[in-house]
Nanobody
């Protein structure tokens, strides 16, 4: 599956951004979708995910500020980011996880840059 992110950019501290990720193909509803981020010099870290049934999970660092959602009819997963902080600056990646005979497979987007700075 191919994933294409959009919506990144430069925002002031306290501001908001909405990231979107569009997936190719016809099996989007079968994927658990997630968002990860990677800041320079750091490992890629988990941000949030949403299951096929709509259950959501968040990293403690973004809980209460970020909201993940999905729209299966549009093959889209979104990440609404509010109350942004400079430490949220990173490249944000969309992830699709699916299973074949109980073996997990991951697909990744190319990433979109988010910069939080005054």
């Amino acid at each position: 599956v191919q994933l294409v992110e959009s919506g990144g950019g430069l925002v002031q501290p306290g501001g908001s951004l909405r990231l979107s990720c569009v997936a190719s193909g016809s099996n989007f509803r079968l994927y658990t979708m997630g968002w990860y981020r990677q800041a320079p010099g750091n490992q890629r870290e988990y941000i949030a995910s949403i299951t096929t049934g709509g259950s959501t999970t968040y990293a403690d660092s973004v809980k209460g500020r970020f909201t993940i959602s999905r729209e299966n009819s549009k093959n889209t997963v979104s990440l609404q980011m509010n109350s942004l902080r400079p430490e949220d600056t990173a490249v944000y990646y969309c992830n699709a996880r699916y299973y074949v005979l109980r073996t997990p497979y991951d697909s990744w987007g190319q990433g979109t840059q988010v910069t939080v700075s005054s």
